[in-house]
């Protein structure tokens, strides 16, 4: 359990140092965990630490497992890490999802037990404290991402806290995402959102050995086979039990499909653009917010403002474009 908990960042933050890199770079995991802390806990080092991992990422296909609490989740990211590291990859794991630990939950048997996963090299593991306003995501998860991808692992799975919003957010830090239900989310299904349905690349049908399971087999393929939408070719849809070890192997081939197919057609690359381009506006969304607050006290004046606003039911627009104004009159001269 400890390997899992969030290492208690140092009061001063954690410096950069070479000797830590160096450690990374040597495959130590302690220096992985620590780097993992750094940009968890320290949003202002993001970029300094993005910038050491130049080189060593865009290649990984990161994998969004989401679904309603208590489905499996954890259970199955760890079978299928099992999976894909037996398949010669190695492969990191994140969890956001503070309530079920990868050791949390009644443990079945010893077929997957997480503790044996503690020590194998091919497959690290990290848990995130989601954040409120979020969704399912810490915000820090792409960074986290980005420094395991960094530290070797070709195959990253995400797993986040599966409720409301968080399905869309892992759209937007992953290649493909996977969605698990479980028997008794059968009357659920016709009120599942819409967009995670459309979203889903594979759709799992986990605690198979449950009863129930072929009717939300059958509500699924219903579900699609009413089409209507302008979704892609429907999404395999596979039961697994991880207390039998059923299915797993042959989910573990889908995502394997998957992954192919996106590094082929070249779609793999056009996602890790459109992040670069997100990654891009926010940050100078953040560095001119930074500038902008810097210089003036202006969350005061914002929230003056607003209240005046709200008075007179006028537009805050007119603010925003004076902001604006103002910030490129200061920044332009400088910037020369
Ligand atoms: N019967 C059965 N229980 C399972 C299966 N997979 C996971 N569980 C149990 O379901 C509970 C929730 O699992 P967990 O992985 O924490 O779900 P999460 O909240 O979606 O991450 C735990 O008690 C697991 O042991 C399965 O295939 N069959
Ligand atoms: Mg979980």
Redesign the pocket.
């Given at each position: 359990m400890a390997q899992f908990q969030k290492t208690s960042a140092l009061s001063h933050g954690i410096d950069l140092t070479p000797a830590l890199w160096k450690s990374f770079l040597a495959g130590q995991r302690q220096a992985c965990a620590r780097l993992i802390t750094k940009v968890e806990n320290e949003p202002d080092s993001i970029a300094e630490v993005r910038e050491k991992l130049a080189g060593r990422i865009g290649k990984a296909v990161r994998i969004g497992l989401t679904?309603?609490?208590?489905?499996?989740?954890?259970?199955?990211?760890?079978a299928i890490a099992l999976g894909l590291a037996n398949r010669d990859h190695r492969v990191g794991v994140i969890?956001v999802?503070p309530?079920?630990?990868?050791t949390?939950?009644?443990?079945?048997g010893d077929r997957i037990r997480m503790e044996n996963l503690v020590g194998d090299s091919r497959i690290y593991m990290r848990s995130l404290a989601s954040r409120e306003g979020h969704g399912g995501l810490s915000p820090a998860t792409p960074h986290v991402a980005d420094v395991i991808e960094a530290f070797g692992m070709d195959r990253i799975l995400i797993?986040t806290v599966?409720v409301g919003q968080a399905e869309l957010d892992v759209l937007d830090c992953t290649d493909m995402v996977v969605l698990?239900l479980?028997p008794s989310t059968g009357d659920a299904i016709q009120s599942l959102k819409a967009g995670i349905i459309e979203i889903a690349d594979i759709i799992v049908v986990?605690?198979?050995?449950?009863p129930g399971t072929d009717t939300v087999l059958q509500s699924l393929r219903f579900v699609y086979s009413l089409g209507g939408s302008n979704r892609r070719p429907a999404p395999p849809i596979i039961a697994?039990?991880?207390?039998?070890n059923?299915g797993i192997d042959k989910l573990v081939d889908e995502i394997e499909g998957a992954a192919a197919t996106l590094i082929e057609s070249g779609r793999h690359e056009e996602l890790r653009r459109r992040r670069i381009v997100n990654e891009i506006r926010s940050g100078i969304q953040r560095r001119l917010w930074e500038r902008y607050i810097a210089e003036s006290d202006v969350e005061r004046t914002i929230e003056r403002v607003a209240r005046d606003l709200v008075q007179n039911g006028e537009s805050p627009y007119a603010f925003v474009r004076d902001a604006c104004s103002r910030i490129e009159l200061k920044s332009r001269p400088k910037e020369a």
């Open positions: 679904g309603p609490p208590g489905v499996g989740k954890s259970t199955l990211s760890s969890a999802d309530s079920s630990p990868f949390g939950g009644a443990f079945m797993e599966g698990i479980q986990n605690k198979s050995d449950l697994t039990s991880c207390q039998q059923e």
